[in-house]
T-cell receptor, first 115, second 113 residues
């Protein structure tokens, strides 16, 4: 199906484990983003990518690693999960031209619990 | 960096009009978005402003004043289904000509009969 998908949708992991959240989009959008959403904090940008092999940090990058070897995929890895990383993670994609609309399209989210 | 402020919660009556404000401070401003997010769902796009003024789209309108770092989302003829969180997001140009989009904490709107 066309669109933006995330997997898994739900994940429970233990403290110290490595876990990877997957994001895949079929529009060939140049930009992809990872956000986490927690009560009282709204959506906070973790990392974003302007194109394959171009990534940069957002507001809360510590403890996360991203890669983008292909335009359509943008995995997010928690190298050693901590309880503070329990959250809902949203992936988004968009095109970008200066001053043009090009809104973000969001995936359905991954609810991650770290025990 | 960017600083985006919105009220945390608002309550309004079905059929009424509500205005949700957003103030921001950013360098490299290149557009402001409003998204709607129902509980347990992903955000969906509502409106976009990059120039000063009002953009109208059905029951929803959004206003921007770049000099004041201020935007509002106006919802008319409120319906129960409008109960959701409304997220203000600012796009900025960063080094390299790339875009970066950051969100406010969102305003939870409750529509009551």
């Amino acid at each position: 199906d066309a669109g933006i998908t995330q997997s898994p949708r739900y994940k429970i992991t233990e403290t110290g484990r490595q876990v990877t959240l997957m994001c895949h989009q079929t529009w060939s959008h140049s930009y992809m983003f990872w956000y986490r959403q927690d009560l009282g904090h709204g959506l906070r940008l973790i990392y974003y990518s302007a194109a394959a092999d171009i990534t940069d940090k957002g507001e809360v990058p510590d403890g996360y690693v991203v890669s983008r070897s292909k335009t359509e995929n943008f995995p997010l890895t928690l190298e050693s999960a901590t309880r503070s990383q329990t959250s809902v993670y949203f992936c988004a994609s968009s095109e970008y031209v200066r001053d043009k609309k090009y809104e973000q399209y969001f995936g359905p989210g991954t609810r991650l619990t770290v025990t | 960096g960017q600083n985006i402020d919105q009220p945390t919660e608002m309550t309004a009556t079905e059929g009424a009009i509500v205005q949700i404000n957003c103030t921001y401070q950013t360098s490299g401003f290149n557009g402001l978005f409003w998204y709607q997010q129902h509980a347990g769902e992903a955000p969906t796009f509502l409106s976009y402003n990059v120039l000063d003024g009002l953009e109208e789209k059905g029951r929803f309108s959004s206003f921007l004043s770049r000099s004041k770092g201020y935007s509002y989302l106006l919802l008319k003829e409120l319906q129960m289904k409008d109960s959701a969180s409304y997220l203000c997001a600012v796009r900025a140009l960063v080094a390299g000509g790339y875009q970066k989009v950051t969100f406010g904490t969102g305003t939870k709107l409750q529509v009551i009969p």
